[in-house]
């Protein structure tokens, strides 16, 4: 679900070390590629709490929620680090690429 929200619909190495390197664009401006670091940090430590919910408070398996809850925790990391993200929450819901592209140096 994250990757096809990011527009890319493919699947990634199960490593953790490749997956990371995988996932972090090159050629990008600093924002830009801190923000694509904070989204990998974002999902994979959301995956990893619904897990911990599920295997140790009896909590059911809930994908939505997994993905809300880490473009959530995604957008508010951006717009918190980042003093050029001016972009809303239900922008950065429908179209992450594009509020990534007014992100400044």
């Known amino acids: 679900m994250c990757l096809t929200w990011l ?3 493919l699947v990634l190495d199960c490593d953790a070390q490749m997956h990371f390197r995988m996932f972090k664009p090159f050629g990008l401006n ?5 923000c694509w670091g904070g989204i990998w940090v ?5 995956i990893w709490n619904h897990r911990n919910k599920v295997v140790f408070e009896n909590g059911r398996v809930d994908l939505v929620e997994v ?8 957008w508010s990391w951006v717009t918190v680090k980042e003093k050029s993200a001016a972009f809303s929450y239900s922008d ?3 179209d992450p690429i594009c509020c990534m592209r007014y992100l400044k140096v």
Not at 30 to 34: E, G, L, N
Not at 42 to 46: A, Q
């Open 30 to 34: 600093h924002a830009v590629t801190k």
């Open 92 to 94: 950065w819901c429908l």
């Open 7 to 9: 527009g890319f619909p």
């Open 67 to 74: 993905f809300t809850v880490a473009q959530r925790k995604t």
């Open 42 to 46: 974002g999902f994979v430590s959301e």
